[in-house]
């Protein structure tokens, strides 16, 4: 069983699949636990807040409430929904301390294409054919570590970027792991930042990567 916090489609804003109209399941539960998250509400599943899943598809934004549901629930609730969007993100929280092949291979079974965001601190158990993107969260707090199997695995890493510190810990951890030469390496401004996105910039043209912006924060959607 999944412990989900949301299901809604909207339009990807971040990263490689900026602009592809998906269908978000947002998982509850997170141990890293970043200062600076905006999804603060998945991080606990307090038994007090558990709906049923009908409740959590037509929730308010925002709300800490979560159900308890199988992957056959979760395909099932998305046909129920009418979505369109073909494109499944698997957002948290952190998705990545479930194993996510059943819930990937169900939706693969019926035409979608799964993209995990994950910090990579947690083992990926996905699908072959699902896209990771890990944004990796170095959480001294917590005591957790960014995995090389989850670089590794990496289709994509978006990085967060405040400072130029940010740059060298993504630098560390690029020359730590032997990731893949076909592996999207991205910097995302930090809540739209003004010298962070000007950072960015300067280091995506120096080194051929991508920028990432939160267009979705721009454009006022989920």
């Known amino acids: 069983m999944y412990t989900i916090n949301e299901i809604f489609e909207t339009i990807q804003g971040e990263g490689h699949f900026t602009g592809t109209p998906s269908v978000f399941i947002r998982f509850q539960k997170c141990l890293v636990r970043c200062t600076w998250c905006d999804t603060k509400q998945t991080w606990d599943a307090s038994p007090k807040n558990e709906r049923t899943l009908n409740e959590i598809s037509t929730k308010p934004k ?29 957002t948290g929280g952190e998705p990545c301390i479930y194993d996510l092949r059943p819930l990937s291979e169900k939706f693969e079974e019926i035409g979608c294409r799964c993209q995990i965001e994950t910090s990579g601190t947690s083992e990926i158990l996905t699908s072959k054919m699902t896209w990771v993107t890990v944004s990796p969260k170095v959480s001294k707090k917590q005591g957790l570590t960014v995995t090389n199997a989850a670089l ?3 289709n994509e890493i978006k990085h967060l970027v405040k400072t130029r510190r940010d740059i060298e810990i993504l630098d ?17 401004p930090m809540s739209q930042n003004i010298r962070a996105t000007k950072l960015c910039i300067e280091i995506c043209i120096q080194r051929n990567w991508k920028l990432s912006v939160q267009t979705h924060k721009y454009l006022n959607i989920p």
């Not at 409430?65 to 698997?90: D, L, M, N, P």
């Not at 560390?172 to 995302?188: D, G, K, Y």
């Open 62 to 90: 925002g709300s800490s409430t979560w159900c308890a549901s199988s992957s056959q629930e979760i395909v099932e609730a998305y046909r129920k929904q009418g979505f369109f969007s073909k494109h499944i993100v698997i």
């Open 152 to 154: 590794c695995r990496a």
């Open 172 to 188: 560390r951890l690029l020359s730590e792991t032997n990731i893949n030469e076909n592996t999207v390496i991205a910097l995302q």
